[in-house]
């Protein structure tokens, strides 16, 4: 099917944003914008006070409090709005009177609507945390684990029986901020292979090595029920001996959800109606799952079936409305991008991570294709979207245009580079007196050292946050946090200064060396690189690493890691997209001729809008894509 759509009129780079960052890339789309116009500059923005890291795509208001007493308070405010600017093109394809399904859409959080069913994606929370925490429970658990984004909770067992909770959201009405919870029994029948879960009135029996479907669920962030906060959960029974349960991130549950996860708001019920529950949360393949060794890779494959078949299910019903509705629909599927992330080293002989035993291995129960081995897997995932290629175009029929398209391409992550490692070794950042780097973290003293409390910022000239930012700790935009004793405030002069200062940072980072290697590409600065409107927003360097570098998980949090460079040896990403954008641009497919010349994101969203007679709004930067 990829070769039916691709034979006449070819297979086209699409250029991605700068930084080729997801939350970027697809706000460049939805806008037709730069981020200079939407104000999206990667996954992680910074507190210019405080220096924290926080979310990119919403500013949440700050809530304030009425106390009450025996530890309960009431809450007021708090709402998170989007941060992004600029008019999504379905909006404006509304005001045209163009119906539009838009499904899954990445970024579209807080939900905007259409002249249709508008469905948010990536970015979307989980009901406990941003991006969810899974919850690990287990007879013999392991000291030495590290795990920052799930829950492990030990459990005992008594006579084939175990009782412990499923936690949910933390309680607003709460001072110290107590994670509501209900309980949760495990029944054991260790002859027959399998467990009974009791939680909210339901039992769920569980060969073991299953998964069970979704469960809908309830906490009460209040006596009495007054405040329900309703969620779906999955659980996969790992092991019996010793006992292994893992519980998915609680979802928001789509026929009652705590946020709107679709617009109007009962359109996610309704598609419950016509396909079942689904994954509300924006990345419902299980990375950190993984990540922290809590899911297997072959466990990992599963719980990504579980969502490629979701989406499927989703698709039909989108299909069937676009038939009946006409107009425009768009779908969304995550799993090339999430698994390709997790699973890149067995694609990649010469990754640090590389297994080359491991690589030969069957994955024939997931792939359901004779011969095919974990090296394969990543081809694997483009062959599980070829039949869904073929059924849109079954579905849409020769008069429709169709395109596929991706927003970033991929590369291998080899080596970790970290940034504020290589700003403290080149005099940029300097240290409290007495602090010092991380140690390596297999020494067993080693703790996290952060910019936002081991940085004395009265010397200090640079730092980073975010996978790809550079800051300046510029005067005037850096501002003194009254909270702490010492002066935050930058110390870098805008104009000359700022600018020299760039421009050496730029040249160093360009010149840097690892071994025969440069792992910096190409840097970019916001003042050519983007528009205007919110360009002061904006990183003083975007840093574009080659292929086969990346900055480093913890650098891009504020940590200040031992080491500049270090192999990948897992525990992230193995493959990745946070590079120069000409290292993995996006991918173009139509039904149409495209026209000569290179396009990108904000191109096609021009395009979408040509298809219909309308002419770009103002601030969009795209041309058309199509003959």
């Known amino acids: 099917n990829f070769v039916r759509i691709s034979s006449a009129n070819g297979i086209h780079e699409l250029q991605t944003s700068v930084p080729p ?8 789309f939805i806008t037709g914008r730069d981020p200079g116009g939407h104000g999206i500059f990667d996954f992680i923005h910074r507190d210019p006070m405080t220096r924290l890291p926080i979310p990119s795509t919403v500013k949440a208001e700050a809530p304030s409090t009425i106390p009450l007493p025996a530890g309960w308070q009431f809450p007021l405010g708090g709402d998170a709005e989007s941060n992004r600017t600029g008019v999504a093109f379905w909006s404006i394809l509304k005001d045209h009177g163009v119906p539009a399904d838009v499904w899954r859409m990445p970024a579209n959080f807080p939900v905007e609507g259409s002249e249709g069913w508008s469905f948010s994606g990536m970015m979307t929370p989980a009901i406990d945390s941003a991006y969810g925490k899974y919850t690990y429970y287990v007879t013999e658990p392991d000291p030495s684990a590290i795990v920052n984004e799930g829950r492990i909770v030990p459990v005992r067992e008594f006579d084939g029986r175990i009782d412990t909770s499923l936690g949910g959201p933390a309680s607003p009405f709460k001072k110290d901020g107590q994670t509501a919870s209900i309980p949760l029994t495990i029944l054991l029948d260790r002859e027959a292979r399998a467990a009974a879960i009791v939680v909210a009135g339901r039992v769920i029996v569980l060969p073991e090595g299953a998964w069970s479907d979704w469960v809908q669920v309830s906490f009460d962030l209040l006596p009495l029920g007054v405040a329900p906060v309703a969620g779906i959960v999955r659980f996969h029974l790992k092991r019996l001996a010793p006992f292994e349960l893992y519980a998915s991130p609680v979802n928001i549950d789509p026929t009652s959800p705590i946020a709107p996860v679709s617009e109007p708001a009962d359109a996610s ?28 890779e072959a466990e990992f494959l599963a719980q990504g079936e579980i969502v490629h078949r979701e989406g499927v299910r989703l698709l039909d019903v989108g299909l069937a409305r676009w038939k009946e509705r006409g107009g425009f629909l768009f779908f969304y599927f995550s799993g090339v991008d999430l698994c390709g992330h997790m699973l890149w080293r067995h694609h990649d002989a010469q990754h640090p991570n590389h297994d080359a035993k491991k690589a030969t291995e069957s994955t024939e129960a997931w792939s359901e294709r004779a011969g095919s081995t974990w090296k394969d897997v990543i081809f694997d995932l483009y062959l599980r979207m070829d039949p869904i290629v073929g059924r ?20 291998s992550y080899r080596r970790k580079f970290s940034l504020n490692t ?8 300097v240290l409290k007196e007495g602090r010092a780097r991380e140690l390596l973290e297999s020494d067993p003293a080693h703790e996290p050292v952060t910019i936002f409390d081991a940085v004395d910022w009265s010397r200090t000239r640079a730092y980073g946050v975010g996978f790809n930012g ?45 071994g025969d290697a440069r792992p910096i590409l190409r840097n970019d600065r916001p003042d050519v690189a983007y528009a205007a409107e919110r360009r002061a927003e904006a990183p003083d360097l975007i840093v574009g690493y080659d292929a086969n570098y990346g900055n480093s998980d913890e650098s891009s949090l504020g940590r200040i890691p031992h080491d500049v460079l270090t192999d990948n040896l897992g525990g992230t990403f193995q493959g990745s997209h946070l590079m120069a954008p000409e290292v993995v641009p996006g991918m173009l497919l139509s039904t149409r001729p495209v026209l000569d010349g290179r396009h990108g994101l904000e191109d096609l969203t021009v395009e979408i809008l040509k298809q219909y007679g309308i002419q770009p709004a103002a601030g969009m930067r795209g041309k058309p894509v199509l003959k």
């Open 470 to 514: 550079l800051y300046l700790n510029l005067a005037g935009r850096e501002r003194d946090d009254p909270a702490t004793k010492e002066d935050e405030s930058g110390i870098v002069k805008p104009g000359a200064e700022a600018a020299q200062l760039v421009a050496e940072i730029d040249a160093k980072l360009l010149a840097m060396k690892d």
């Open 422 to 429: 290589w700003l403290l070794e080149n005099g940029y950042l």
């Open 392 to 411: 849109v175009l079954d579905e849409a029929g020769p008069n429709a245009t169709v395109i596929v398209m991706s927003d970033h391409g991929f590369a």
């Open 269 to 296: 019920a309704e598609v419950v109606e016509r396909a079942g529950f689904y994954y509300t949360q924006g990345m419902p393949e299980d990375v950190n799952g993984l990540k922290e060794g809590v899911l297997t």
């Open 21 to 28: 960052q997801s939350p970027v890339a697809w706000s460049n």
